[in-house]
Every structure is written in structure tokens, then in C-alpha cells.
């Protein structure tokens, strides 16, 4: 099993990044993928989540409305597209993900995060 995070980096505020999730060893389909966000000597947090399914999304408060994630199940990659970047943005990210199936019930993956760094 993997999680493989790119795509992080160094933004400018303002400016956009996006993340992708390569997943492998499991049945991606059938798993509910979120994406958390942790500073260092903070806990982690989930900063938007999509269902197996892929029609129905969740996101922090912080934030709505200018984060968008998605998903290519043909692909095995969730995307984490970030526009409008704060430096509270900055954190690593990480992919996760939970089997939500029959048979994949109780199953829960990390991958190794990506770091993103919002600063001027």
C-alpha cells in the first residue's frame, strides 16, 4: 500500500499550488480520501475530504471557498487544488485514506506528506 503526496512547494500569498495523491496496493474506489494539514507541534487536521464516490466534499472553515479537492479513480490521484494561498496555509499536507466498503471497512492509510510554504 502507498500514498505518494507531490506537488508542494514554495507560494507566494495569493498565488495557487496544487497537490496530487498518487494511491496504489488497494482498491482506491472504494476509499473515502481526505487531506490533513499539520505545523509542526500542532495536530493534525483535516482540511477537506471527498467521498469514494467522489459527488460529495467537506471542507474546514479555513479553508472554504478557496481550496477544491477532487478525485480521478481511472487515475488512483486525488488533487488538492489551492488558490489564494495565506501564509497560515503553510503546513505539510498529507493524503489519506478510509476504507468505506464492505471489506474495506477499518482500513486507514497515510501517506508521507508534502511540505507547502506560503510566504513572500
Known amino acids: 500500500v502507498q500514498l505518494v503526496e507531490s506537488g508542494g512547494g514554495l507560494a507566494q500569498p495569493g498565488g495557487s499550488l496544487t497537490l496530487s495523491c498518487a494511491a496504489s496496493g488497494f482498491p482506491f474506489s472504494w476509499y473515502d480520501m481526505t487531506w490533513y494539514r499539520q505545523i509542526p507541534g500542532k495536530e493534525r487536521h483535516s482540511v477537506a475530504g471527498i467521498r469514494y464516490l467522489g459527488g460529495i466534499t467537506n471542507y474546514s472553515d479555513a479553508v472554504k471557498g478557496r481550496f477544491t479537492i477532487s478525485r480521478d479513480n481511472a487515475k488512483n490521484t486525488v488533487y488538492l487544488t489551492m488558490n489564494n494561498l495565506k501564509p497560515e496555509d503553510t503546513a505539510v499536507y498529507y493524503c489519506?485514506?478510509?476504507?468505506?466498503?464492505?471489506?474495506?471497512?477499518?482500513?486507514?492509510?497515510w501517506g508521507q506528506g508534502t511540505q507547502v510554504t506560503v510566504s513572500s
Open positions: 489519506n485514506a478510509v476504507g468505506a466498503t464492505f471489506g474495506q471497512l477499518g482500513n486507514d492509510y
